[in-house]
């Protein structure tokens, strides 16, 4: 037992990784943290996104860029991306050559604002775009779809519910001391699971249900029920 017990504890302890790998490996376990929080928001709160696993990964984007180059690079593949699509709408082209069209032009495109920023000493390398740049394409396009199915208030409304989760997932995605804990104690993933095990089993009125219908859910006087 202890010839067979040796080998798997060493294979268990990441924490014997070298750092740059530990350092990679902790934010991947933070995911599914970052996923349960948009279940929460989304299940439980009642706020919409694009998508149940959009915000850690926009999260995870941001996580390597300091926050200046982080929203120039959202507004400006936001910005770009929307016209773009507009423009390739006339065409009437296939989804994948349409997305690897606008890839094409977004990629040009933050090349020069790369340059530009670098220039002036406000980003330290092109890394910090180049995560962010698939996450965001694909952003833009389930923007664009759902503005012209359902109106561009509920596109502005899911784009926004998906940058305020972005903003909570970074928070846990950039905590250091809690990806460490993850690294030394791995099996907390199964805590996480068995977390949103619950949360998919929550049936009951949402948060932001609550204070629309207030009205209905409140006595109307002091005999009211």
């Known amino acids: 037992a202890g010839a067979l017990g040796g080998p798997a504890a060493g294979i268990a302890d990441l924490t014997r990784l070298p750092i740059g790998m530990q350092t990679t490996l902790a934010v991947l376990l933070l995911l599914p943290v970052g996923a349960m929080i948009t279940a929460v928001f989304r299940n439980m709160i009642g706020i919409s996104t694009f998508g149940t696993f959009t915000p850690a990964l926009l999260a995870l984007s941001f996580l390597y860029s300091d926050l200046l180059t982080g929203l120039v690079v959202f507004v400006l593949v936001l910005a770009i991306g929307l016209g773009v699509r507009v423009w390739l709408d006339r065409l009437k082209l296939l989804m994948v050559p349409r997305l690897s069209v606008m890839l094409t032009v977004i990629v040009l495109c933050l090349v020069m604002a790369v340059s530009i920023l670098d220039h002036f000493g406000l980003t330290p390398s092109a890394n910090a775009v180049i995560f962010p740049l698939v996450i965001m394409t694909m ?25 305020a ?3 909570c997932c970074l928070l846990v995605l950039g ?5 460490r804990t993850f690294l030394s104690l791995p099996e907390l993933e199964l805590l996480v699971a068995s977390a949103l095990l619950l949360i998919g089993r929550y049936s009951r009125y949402r948060l932001t249900e609550l204070i629309r219908f207030r009205d209905l859910v409140l006595p109307t006087g002091p005999g009211g029920a």
Do not use: N
């Not at 905590?175 to 990806?179: D, I, N, V, Y």
């Open 175 to 179: 905590w250091r001391e809690l990806g």
């Open 139 to 163: 952003l833009v396009e389930r923007f664009y779809v759902c503005r012209e199915e359902d109106g561009a208030k509920t596109a502005w409304k899911l784009l926004g519910g998906t940058v």
């Open 165 to 167: 989760v972005a903003a």
